[in-house]
């Protein structure tokens, strides 16, 4: 399959003189047809039966997740908190959990005792600074709750919600399609539709960390609105190819060299045609045109390519480069209720230290999560050849993935750092984290830290995400 972010050339080298629009509508048409071929191979799977979904608000909370703890103790039952909080101008946190002291540190002297715990991620860390990076371990708490609507829609979602092949889903309302998983890719779609308000504004700071601890920043602001998973709309949408299901909008602010460039993306189900509609401002061509390369294994504008598009909100990408297995569950000790790192007075300089995150700031915890793994389809290129992804059980958020190359080594480590929103009542992770174990960097995004939190009062038009909106906002 010849895909925008590999080449222009079409099968036809001739082809390679036309002008943009003409290889962009070719490449559509050719997208389109494989995409239909493919789904045409991919039988929709079956439904979870009556008496599975009756599980739900019962025995597993209303999204899936097991109520009770384990065996062990060491993971607690779920105990939802309450919504509290204003809307703006408030930073995630929880004064009750950053009160509490660490139950013990995870370091390379004692990796062996926990490392069927660990993500490969965490455990090369280990390997790679022996002398610096540890785990602190807290107590596990299971509060993360979801709007009453959001989780009735889900339980309905378990007996009328299909996916076809990977990236087609179908027949899925307001909450998280699939709750009771069978298939690797279904997690992954509870993931990019999850609840996260109606519409927001974000201030996204990122910075790439040299192996000596120096910095740059660079900032975005994004607008957001959600189709899918949002409570305002009188119809929310199905989610199925060709829909919205959310908008996007980012706008870079500094620093000079890469300020005003503008990312405008429709997201959808489905690919081809039928999937993500982007588009890109750049200063230097002032004027906004069709962006097919933003997606998959090409590097997001102005990282240096520290960050993949597929990598934005750690996962954030089509399915089909990729097969797909669940691999079930696992106990993991993951970067949960870490508000410590994702906040005042926390700074950027406090974060950034050699080779990693300064190990005092991150807040882990034991926590059950779905595995998957993604092993890249020998006729779809992609950079990794493997990905294994681990998902909170509580709220469907990606936490971490363990990248691997083409000759099977670990290249990339992600991970998450879970808060629970109570204005909202919803999780999300910031920062994030790419770990880039080639070079010695790392890249951190989804920071606030010295800006401002989520804004959840604003409310767009839908012409505020259209390119003739954003052209004439750029050209101001």
Known sequence: MVTAQHSLCLPDPAD???????????????????????VTAYPALAKVSPEEAAKLGKELTPVGAERAGNAAGTIPEWTPAEQRGALKGEFPSDPKIEAQQPLFTINAQNVGEYEASLTEGHKELMRRYPDT????????????????RIQQETIKNATRAELEGVDNPRGAYLGFPFPIPK?????????????RGNELIRYNNQMIVQQ??????????????????NLELENPPELKPGVDFLRYL???????????????????????????????????????????????????????GHQFYDQVDLYNGVLERFSWKLIGKREVYIPYNSYKIGKPPTTYEDI??????????????????????????????????????????DSWNVVAIDNYDHEG?????????????????????????????????????AMMNEDQPYDQTVSFTDSHFEPNTVQKKASK
């Open 250 to 304: 980012s706008a870079t602010v500094a620093p000079p060299r890469v300020a005003g460039t503008y990312i405008l993306v429709h997201e959808k189900a489905g690919f081809g045609a039928e999937g993500r509609a982007a588009w890109l401002y750049a200063p230097v061509l002032k004027r906004i045109r069709r962006a097919p390369a933003v997606c998959c294994d090409n590097p997001y504008e102005g990282t240096d």
């Open 16 to 38: 390679c003189s036309l002008n943009l629009e003409e290889i962009e509508m070719k490449l559509r048409m050719l997208t389109l047809t494989t995409a239909a071929c493919l």
């Open 133 to 148: 990076y540890k785990m602190k371990v807290y107590p596990t708490v299971r509060n993360v709750n979801l709007p009453e």
């Open 409 to 445: 080594k670990i290249m990339q480590f992600q991970e998450g750092h879970l808060v629970f929103n109570h204005n909202v009542l919803a999780a999300s992770t910031s920062p994030e984290v790419i770990y880039h174990f080639n070079s010695g960097r790392y890249f951190t995004t």
């Open 212 to 229: 000596d601890g120096r910095f740059k920043v660079t900032k975005i602001v994004e607008d957001v609105k959600f189709y899918y998973a």
């Open 183 to 195: 298939s690797g890719a279904e997690p992954i779609w509870n993931h990019r539709t999850k609840w």
């Open 352 to 393: 950034a230290s050699p080779n990693h995150v300064n190990p005092e700031l991150p807040r882990y915890e034991l926590h059950r999560v779905w595995v998957v793994e993604s092993v890249n389809k020998e006729d779809q290129r992609h950079t990794f050849a493997k990905r294994t992804i681990y998902l909170d059980e």
